[in-house]
């Protein structure tokens, strides 16, 4: 099974870089999970969403594009010409500098900003997508 940025890939784009969400930023599920997990399985309903959620949650950098995709049954998608994207954002509170995630806030022209939270190496992903901008532009 193709993930969906394999598959929304066009003739002659390719992956720059991969983002992935931070099992940090899924702590508070996992814990939660865990903790309940001995009162009849309810904790199992919060292991599941955050599994689902690390699994369904997908960003790259293309030599095109900059591609988010949300969500398992309802997909939401946010894609942006990568000479379309004004600026990227980095937030990042305490415990993501310490734990290395943040939020992306990945703004285009025409384009409603679209944050992106929960990102494990936040920085490596600004730096790939400035990196790929360059080269389109070049």
């Known amino acids: 099974m193709t993930s969906y940025v394999e598959g929304a890939l066009i003739q002659d784009e390719r992956i720059v870089h991969m983002g992935r969400i931070s099992l940090w930023s899924l702590a508070h599920l996992i814990a939660l999970g865990v903790l309940l997990l001995p009162a009849f399985g ?3 309903i ?57 939020t992306l806030i990945i703004a285009g ?19 790939a997508f400035i990196e790929a901008q360059d080269q389109a532009r070049a």
């Open 109 to 127: 022209a025409g384009n409603p900003q679209a944050p992106v939270s929960g990102i494990s190496d936040p920085m490596a992903f600004r730096r």
């Open 42 to 44: 309810l904790g199992l």
């Open 46 to 102: 919060f292991l599941i969403k955050a599994w689902v959620r690390y699994r369904t949650t997908e960003l790259a950098v293309t030599t095109r594009r900059v591609i988010v995709k949300f969500g398992l049954i309802r997909r939401s998608t946010v894609e942006i010409n990568i000479n379309k994207v004004e600026s990227i954002q980095v937030d990042q509170d305490i415990l993501g500098r310490l734990f290395n995630h943040g």
